[in-house]
Nanobody, 127 residues
Framework: QVSLVESGGGSVQAGGSLRLSCSTS???????????MGWFRQAPGKEREGVAS????????AYSDSVKGRFTISRDNTKRTLYLEMTNLKPEDGGTYYC?????????????????RGQGTQVTVSS
């Protein structure tokens, strides 16, 4: 059984910050340090958008152009948890954020199509 659970979403004003977390259980928890992990988001009426990805060992990270320089993805392979630090948030960053786990390819573009994903956490940014 695969389980990814996101937390940390909320409502903030533009310019604010949030830190999302993704805890794991099941097979992904047991084999966490072998998975490419990432975040994608979806706003109402919009396509899913890959936000960030990180390789199994954390050595390589990648970001969408829309968040580069403002968001930071990280992982703790000891706690088997994924994080997304979001700063200088903009209204267009609002949406539901999902944690995902995939094998290959480990790309930002590929993250939304990952077979393993959580239920999402809502982020609202007011102007």
């Amino acid at each position: 059984q695969v389980s990814l659970v996101e937390s940390g979403g909320g409502s903030v004003q533009a310019g604010g910050s949030l830190r999302l977390s993704c805890s794991t259980s099941g097979i992904i928890h047991l084999t966490y340090n072998t998975w490419c992990m990432g975040w994608f988001r979806q706003a109402p009426g919009k396509e899913r958008e890959g936000v960030a990805s990180i390789t199994f060992n954390g050595a390589v990270t990648a970001y969408s152009d829309s968040v580069k320089g403002r968001f930071t993805i990280s992982r703790d392979n000891t706690k088997r948890t994924l994080y997304l630090e979001m700063t200088n948030l903009k209204p267009e960053d609002g949406g539901t954020y999902y944690c995902a786990a995939t094998r290959t390819p480990c790309t930002v573009v590929g993250i939304p199509d990952a077979g393993n994903r959580g239920q999402g956490t809502q982020v609202t940014v007011s102007s």
